[in-house]
């Protein structure tokens, strides 16, 4: 108990200890439940290996719900913490009674009592609202690799899913005001908008984006889980540092921390067999709870732009996507690369043109202009295929093929790489921006 109490005066230190906890009960966990999986018909096979053998998929819910035990876990740790520092002569003696009480104030308890008690409340609604909307998240998830359901349908799932999130954000926060950037100031007139209820919209859409632009940057082993650990890591990294230079919003990036410490751990015990060559694939299961995540982290720690700003990679794969998923061209249900079974490299795949209208044809050639794509064309000049939008083909197709490893390799460091960038807009070009 002693040893607990003086933990516990460490939130942050419990959180990477359950976190390693987490991590390596998910890195054993694994090997368990994958032939449970494929026993269960919950299996794909790894199209880019010669013999294409069978992986266990949806793992994601191994990661998930390693992920919740710690963070139900957790969730007393920062409550205790502050009880036992601060307040421990009000700490009620009598708690059965306080909680089974109606009044306010409840007789044994003092009012210091009450107000030290009340203070906690809209840090376990935070709380519990983002595991709420994450285990929604986890469930919808795993609801569409086993049904795998219409893309006109799932869209919606992370927008259901965000509500808690909405309504903890509207009770505890409620602030819908944005700060101007400076060079639109003298346009707007203003230093703050008042956004109001587009402030919610602009929430959702935060969480339907993060879940889905992560699961369409997918297709080779690692990617899903190996992006996913950059933006979080990148994340937490600028949490340490808000906390150590900037205490002002102390509450909020602690706050951040305890999801993505144990998100950070269990990530990498399920990379361990993800990574290439795979053993276990995660499912839209995974994709759609690390998407989730940090759209939670951005939410109530208010930091939404700023994991926009580390999720560079992913809007540019979104945006890039686009003429796809919007069906100005057309778009096979897998757009992930193709091995070559004499090279044993992976290549960039295609689609057909030949039905595309012109728009589509439009917008293909406007990529061609400026080298995103690569097309090629009949005897008459007229266009026939062209390499599938997304980030992965395009790096095969300035780089040439490649193994797959080298791939997510060169995914992996392009995230990084954007990673650096989005710290030096956050912290040297903010100033041109804003004024803090
Ligand atoms: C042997 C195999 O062929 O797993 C196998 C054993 C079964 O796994 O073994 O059939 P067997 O095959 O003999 C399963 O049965 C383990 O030993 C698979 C279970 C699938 C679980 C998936 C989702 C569970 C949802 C639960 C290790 C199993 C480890 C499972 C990891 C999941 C952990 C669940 C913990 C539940 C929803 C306990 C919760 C306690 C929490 C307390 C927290 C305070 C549970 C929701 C809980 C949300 C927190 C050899 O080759
Ligand atoms: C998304 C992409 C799709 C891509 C697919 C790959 C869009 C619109 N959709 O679809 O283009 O092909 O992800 O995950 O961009 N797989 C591997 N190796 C891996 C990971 C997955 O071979 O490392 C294969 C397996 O067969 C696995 C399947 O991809 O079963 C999973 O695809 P799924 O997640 O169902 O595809 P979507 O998310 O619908
Ligand atoms: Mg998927």
Redesign the pocket.
Known sequence: LALGASFAHEPLVVSVLLGALAGVFTDRCIPLVAPVFVRAGRF?????KKDRPVIA?SLGVVVGVVYFISMFLFIPIPFVESLLRGDRDSFPHDEAGFRGSASVCPSGATADTVRALVQFVPYLAQFLGGLLALFAMLFLGFADDVFDIRWRVKIWFPFIASIPLLMVYFVTYGKTDVVVPIPLRPLLGRTTLHLGVLYYVYIAALCVFSTNAI??M??????EGGQSLVIAASLAANDLMQLRYNPSRRAAHLLSLYFLIPFICVTLGYLRHNWYP?RA?G??TL?YFSGMTFAVVGVLSNLSKTVLLFMIPQIFNFLY?CP??FHFVE?PR???PKLNLETGKVEATRFSLEKSKALGRLMVRFLEVFGLVHVTRDKTGKMVDCTNL?IMNLILFWRGPMSERDLVLHIMLVQVMCSVIAFVIRYGLVHIVYNQ
């Open positions: 794909g096979k790894d199209l880019l998929e699961n369409i997918a297709g080779a082993n690692g990617v795979a694939f499912g839209d994709a996507s796809q998923l778009c897998h757009r992930m997304t």
